[in-house]
């Protein structure tokens, strides 16, 4: 898919939920602090579905319908809540992202070495993601 493609799809996206919220008069409430609230317990309700699993069992959730289904639908919530939270601030996610992977790039170059080669103490391991 191009990144124009993608870009309208996103947008799509977003207007789809802004249409979903003015229908219902919720753009008073869609202020950015508690739409970032909102996003904070959608993404507690996905971590809550792999707290007690160990790797393995986190590696494998989707193979259990019922759970692959609640994982899909939290990765919704969080994405939609988002969407809706970049629309209201004005911030491209995908800009937003491009230009995160572009500084982490520079900051943790390969030649600095792996994470596994880092000390713990002393020295802070780089992230494992954003």
Same mark, same amino acid.
């Given at each position: 898919?191009?990144?124009?493609?993608?870009?309208? &799809?996103? %947008? %799509? *996206?977003?207007?789809?939920?802004?249409?979903?919220?003015?229908?219902? #008069?919720?753009?008073?409430?869609?202020? /950015?602090?508690?739409? @970032?609230?909102?996003l904070s $317990?959608?993404v507690?309700? *996905?971590?809550?579905?792999f707290?007690?699993?160990t790797?393995?069992?986190?590696?494998? $959730?989707?193979? #259990?319908?019922?759970?692959?289904? !609640? $994982?899909r639908d939290? @990765?919704? &919530?969080v994405?939609?809540?988002l969407?809706?939270?970049?629309e209201?601030?004005?911030?491209?996610?995908? #800009?937003?992202? %491009?230009?995160k =992977? #572009?500084?982490?790039?520079?900051?943790?170059?390969v030649?600095?070495?792996?994470?596994?080669? %880092? /000390?713990v =103490?002393?020295? !802070?391991? /780089?992230?494992?993601?954003?």
């Open positions: 898919m191009r990144d124009e493609d993608r870009r309208q &799809d996103l %947008a %799509a *996206l977003q207007r789809r939920l802004a249409e979903f919220a003015a229908a219902r #008069d919720w753009g008073p409430y869609h202020t /950015p602090k508690n739409l @970032v609230s909102a $317990v959608e507690s309700e *996905l971590v809550e579905i707290q007690w699993l790797p393995e069992q986190s590696a494998r $959730v989707m193979t #259990d319908p019922d759970t692959a289904h !609640r $994982v939290e @990765v919704a &919530d994405l939609a809540y969407l809706q939270f970049c209201v601030l004005g911030v491209d996610p995908l #800009d937003a992202l %491009a230009a =992977i #572009d500084r982490n790039e520079r900051r943790f170059p030649s600095s070495g792996r994470a596994e080669d %880092a /000390p =103490i002393g020295k !802070r391991r /780089p992230p494992s993601g954003p």
